[in-house]
């Protein structure tokens, strides 16, 4: 599976940004597509995250809930993340990342992009 993460850049704070992901080769029908982000000097930190099968909703960290949300187009097998009210403890490398179900811990994803830079500053 390769997974091509975009959409980072410089954003004022109370701005908003979507970032995509991109994912190919799923062999397998249902998968999960999530986001961790990793803050300098900081450990990688899980955001949120959406599996194909529409029956079950996506799955948010406490603190992203009601400013960040996650959707997929299944046909295109792309992820998106709308993040609204940034502020500057939200800069980091944002990294997507694929798995079979959804996980909140990095071991769970088997599959991982290579990061897009989000910079929150005035």
């Known amino acids: 599976v390769q997974l091509q993460a975009s959409g980072g850049g410089l954003v004022q704070p109370g701005g908003s940004l979507r970032l995509s992901c991109a994912a190919s080769?799923?062999?397998?029908?249902?998968?999960?597509i999530g986001w961790f982000r990793q803050a300098p000097g900081k450990e990688r930190q899980w955001v949120l995250c959406?599996?194909?099968?529409?029956?079950?909703?996506?799955y948010y960290a406490g603190w992203a809930k009601g400013r960040f949300k996650i959707t997929l187009d299944n046909t295109k097998k792309t992820a998106f993340l709308q993040m609204n009210g940034l502020n500057p403890e939200d800069t980091a490398v944002y990294f997507c990342?694929?798995?079979?179900?959804?996980?909140?811990?990095?071991?769970?994803?088997?599959?991982w992009g290579q990061g897009t830079q989000v910079t929150v500053s005035s």
């Open positions: 959406i599996a194909s099968n529409d029956l079950v909703d996506p």
């Open positions: 080769g799923f062999t397998a029908e249902n998968y999960a």
């Open positions: 990342a694929a798995a079979k179900i959804c996980g909140t811990k990095d071991t769970s994803y088997d599959s």
